[in-house]
């Protein structure tokens, strides 16, 4: 009876083991898998997954196989979806993006499902390829277009042609200076029609209006001769030395004389002021002669200046009133003021006249056409003098001074005479009309004299 029992009591043990054993199979079968959290429940899910054998349970939404969506936030979006949507920004109908999924249409006014032509700027409406437009040639470079030019009709998408604008308000297509928006122009009076016109005879109207017609005009100012057309501004100058300031350029220009040579002589004690043998007759303003007292002058200067001619009797002494009349500047030349000598006349040393070392070393020589180094009459007489001494010559100081090398130079009045001009090549400047020519003396006797005088000098180019 007992075995009975323990037989029985073992085979119910080993039942509840192999019911325990299926049990524990089963789960041990149970198969782990990846999910992903769908949160718009359109059975895509998005981010990373979570693996368990039994999906968990979320309150953002629900976890599901499928992964893959682009924006777990519309369920619309999703890999299920099969229609194909574009960007357009603008509303004109055309994208312009890569194609998004969608299961509908989430934005008409931001997408299209039109496909055919893409559009070149989603900003802007008025640029599609359904538009066209209008371009008008901008020959002048002025962003403003020729309304009678040639126009160019473009797609809207396409490149604007070089040298057009897409509008047609230019005024004068051919000139940058005439447009809308240009500043005034000033027309300036050209008699002339050389191109410049005169400074203060001028039309200023706005940039559109039309051009005066009342007067022949020019855009450029500037003209110093409007009844001549070969002077102006922009003219070249023919010669440096025909007086005529060709260029405008306010520079005086000299006038020098290199024509066939005049010879003049004047004897002792000729009458200097009455007799027209007895004048060199240089300029209207300028007429060379030698009292008998031995100075040489400028007596058209007596009748200009003074408004007399000397008489015989005229006291010229340097001291008294001919040095009070001849003291009166004309112009400043370097350190000299020009005076002593024939009035509105300076000279220069043009070329060696001596043999001593003092000529040698002697450096204030003029040149014809350069004011630099021409002096009073009365300091070239002193400069010969004192060369001929073989006395260096250091500095002018006025018409009546110069400064010898020598320490112990006195008053250079003693061994001053005309006579050291003889055969010295000279050069004239008529300051006044800016004239240079050159003379050279033949005679030229002392003061006590009775004023001979004899020389050569240059005339005006024929």
């Known amino acids: 009876m007992r075995k009975n029992n323990f037989f ?12 325990v054993m299926v049990s ?24 990373a997954g979570t693996t368990a054998c039994k999906p968990p349970s979320s309150a953002s939404g629900q976890y599901v196989l499928k992964n893959g969506d682009a924006n777990d936030e519309d369920p619309n979006v999703n890999p299920g979806c099969t229609l194909v949507f574009y960007i357009d920004d603008d509303g004109d109908g055309f994208p312009s993006s890569e194609p998004f999924y969608f299961c509908e249409n989430p934005d008409p006014t931001k997408y299209t499902d039109e496909a ?27 962003g403003f277009g020729d309304p009678n030019g040639t126009t160019m009709v473009v797609q809207g998408c396409k490149p604007a042609p070089a040298n057009h604008v897409t509008n047609s308000d230019d005024c004068d297509d051919t000139d940058p200076n005439r447009n809308p928006e240009a500043a005034q122009i000033t027309y300036y009076y050209d008699g002339d029609k050389d191109g410049y016109g005169i400074e203060d005879e001028f039309d200023v109207r706005d940039a559109c209006d039309p051009a005066p017609e009342n007067f022949t005009w020019s855009l450029q100012a500037g003209d110093c001769n409007d009844n001549d057309d070969t002077i102006h501004p922009g003219a070249e100058e023919i010669s440096d030395f025909d007086g005529i300031d060709s260029n405008c ?37 300028v007429v060379f002669t030698r009292s008998t007292k031995g100075f040489v002058t400028n007596i058209a200067w007596w009748q200009n200046e003074i408004g007399q001619t000397p008489t015989e009797d005229e006291d010229l002494e340097w001291e008294s009133k001919g040095r009070k009349f001849l003291g009166d500047p004309v112009a400043n030349v370097g350190e000299a003021l020009p005076s002593g000598g024939p ?11 001596g043999d001593t070392e003092a000529w040698s070393n002697f450096d204030m020589y003029g040149t014809l056409g350069d004011p630099t180094n021409f002096y009073s009459f009365n300091n070239i007489i002193a400069m010969c003098s004192l060369l001929n001494l073989n006395e260096g010559i250091d500095q002018v100081t006025d ?14 009045g003693a061994g001053i005479s005309p006579e050291s001009l003889v055969e010295v090549r000279l050069g004239v400047w008529l300051v006044e009309e800016n004239i240079y020519f050159t003379l050279r003396f033949t005679e030229l006797s002392d003061f006590n004299s009775g004023g001979v005088m004899s020389y050569s000098r240059s005339t005006p180019d024929n």
């Open 8 to 19: 029985g009591l073992l085979t119910m043990v080993m039942g509840f083991g192999f019911l």
């Open 24 to 47: 524990c199979s089963k789960d041990d079968s149970c198969e782990n898998r990846t999910c992903y959290l769908d949160k718009d429940l359109d059975n895509f899910g998005a981010g």
């Open 116 to 142: 055919d032509t893409f559009d070149c700027n989603d900003n802007d409406t008025s640029l599609n390829p359904d538009v066209f437009i209008t371009y008008y040639p901008d020959t002048d470079g002025d």
């Open 249 to 285: 350029d306010g520079i005086e220009e000299a006038i020098l004389w290199g024509g066939e040579p005049k010879l003049f002589s004047k004897a002792a004690n000729a009458d200097w002021v009455g007799d027209p043998q007895a004048q060199d007759i240089i300029t209207e303003n």
């Open 343 to 353: 009035n509105g006349v300076r000279w220069a040393i043009l070329s060696d006249g």
């Open 399 to 412: 018409a009546f001074g110069i400064i010898g090398v020598a320490e112990d130079y006195p008053d250079y």
